[in-house]
């Protein structure tokens, strides 16, 4: 705990925080204090500290101060779907006169799409009119609710109000330096999703589905060539809706420190958004989806510590790593997770590839039965993961076995885990799923972080995170 009262002493309980604009992370403090340190705005000259309280004072603010260091105070509820009146712009305004989601629907229906010929051993890819209608919805959208965060910035809320939703933040590639704290992120809402017939699709005639009773079912008939209403590619299973804002999104940037924020899908819940196709293409990760991820970490960036945050209310929640097909992420991609909240998610609380992941301290808490978000799993294995996973508690009702909290995809990936507790009892992630015989086991690698001074034990770490997590925590309380 060293370094975080260190971080506590003396800090200001003002609203404002004045203190903390300039607080930096420190030398070390997890990947994105090795080798450097994360300084955001902290250089600021006083032209370049503002308050902003809209859509328009954001853009204004970044674009005015470019690439030098800046402070930007986050005051109540930032929707970046208005305009520079601030009227809220919703569907309607973003909406190319040539789309319709009922005639797309319809055009993209599987059990109509998918009669044809398969390509590579995948449905073709969605094309035509209704295709570019829709997505130049979304780049109109785009343009207005997804804002690029330039290198040497600090955002800040003030007091424990602070929001920003219904879009995203960008840093993109070449980004560096950058601190986001104190900041409730909610609902990045894609009016225009795709949907996507071969994400996921798999062409087995075994594969089990679960039917209007929750009962497994084979999919009969699923075979290449179409044939007949029974019989053909559209009678195997796959394909997903994909929505494209991340509440916030990393794609290339370096040297980023993210504390006591929240990330969520707000008032957007899953229950809203229904299944819109027949069987086999009805279950839980086929419904329309209007969020991405929560925070996604992609593109070979790199140095990057999250802390003290809370993560709710989502499917999807985070990537560590965006392809299985991106080689050139090996060796970056470093991120740290300490003493964070992920709470009543479905799955990826991370999804990793390539990337040397620490996390440590951290509190989950989910319910395999919850109609919103069932807890399918917590780390993901994809490409080349390395993980190490020191003191994490996870409360999961309905989970009896470690084994439960990973998600294997790729032979290969490693996952290192001490001191984890699981409702109460310590258990071993790794040795466990191995002890099973799979064919793929989870491997051991030589990597390891540097030794944490503020690592906790295990039985201190619920009653700390609970304390901590989220804004108007700790030392923004």
């Not at 044809?116 to 919805?137: D, I, Y």
């Amino acid at each position: 705990m060293t370094f975080i009262l260190a971080a506590c002493a003396g800090a200001p309980v003002l609203p404002d925080l004045p203190g903390l604009e300039r607080q930096v992370l420190a030398a070390g403090d997890g990947w994105g204090g090795i080798d450097g340190q994360v300084t955001g705005g902290a250089r600021a000259t006083p032209e370049n500290i503002r308050v902003v309280s809209n859509r328009k004072q954001l853009v204004d603010a970044l674009k005015a101060a470019g690439s030098a260091s800046k402070i930007l105070r986050i005051q109540g509820t930032i929707n970046l779907s208005t305009d520079d009146s601030g009227r809220e712009l919703g569907y309607a305004d973003y909406v190319d006169p040539a789309y319709d989601f009922e005639a797309y629907k319809k055009m993209v229906d599987p059990n109509v799409w998918n009669r044809q010929p398969l390509v590579g051993g995948k449905p073709p890819k969605v094309a035509g009119p209704l295709e570019e209608a829709r997505l130049r919805s979304w780049n109109r959208q785009k343009r207005q609710v997804q804002i690029l965060v330039p290198s040497n910035t600090t955002l800040i809320g003030i007091g424990k109000d602070a929001r920003i939703i219904r879009g995203s933040l960008y840093l993109d590639r070449g980004v560096s330096n950058v601190i986001i704290r104190n900041i409730a992120f909610e609902d990045a809402y894609d009016h225009f999703p795709g949907w996507n017939p071969a994400d996921s699709y798999r062409l087995d005639r075994t594969q089990p589905v679960i039917d209007d009773f929750g009962v497994n079912q084979s999919v009969s008939g699923c075979q290449p060539v179409f044939v007949d209403e029974l019989n053909g590619p559209h009678r195997c299973n796959g394909g997903r809706w994909n929505a494209e804002f991340d509440l916030v999104s990393l794609k290339g940037a370096t040297r980023v420190w993210i504390d006591h924020c929240s990330f969520s899908d707000g008032q957007s819940l899953a229950k809203t958004i229904p299944n819109v196709f027949a069987k086999p293409y009805h279950q839980p990760e086929q419904k329309v989806t209007p969020h991405d991820g929560l925070l996604d970490i992609t593109n070979g960036s790199d140095y990057v510590t999250v802390s003290n945050s809370h993560f709710f209310n989502h499917d999807k929640a985070m990537l560590v790593g965006g392809s299985d097909n991106s080689p050139t992420d090996e060796g970056k991609l470093r991120v740290t997770w300490r003493h964070n909240l992920f709470e009543g998610l479905r799955q990826r609380q991370q999804l990793v590839r390539y990337g040397e992941v620490h996390s440590y301290n951290n509190l989950y808490i989910g319910d395999k039965a919850d109609p919103q978000y069932p807890f399918a799993y917590a780390f993901g294995l994809g490409k080349s993961a390395r993980i190490v996973s020191e003191n994490n508690v996870f409360l999961v009702k309905g989970l009896a076995e470690p084994a439960g909290l990973v998600s294997y995809f790729v032979a290969g990936a490693g996952l290192h885990d001490t001191g984890t507790w699981l409702n109460g009892k310590p258990v071993g992630i790794a040795a466990q799923f191995n002890a099973a015989g799979p064919k793929n086991p989870i491997e051991s690698f030589n990597w390891r972080p540097v030794p944490r001074p503020d690592l906790l034990p295990t039985e201190a770490v619920e009653a700390f995170v609970r304390a901590q997590a989220g804004p108007g925590k700790g030392v923004f309380r």
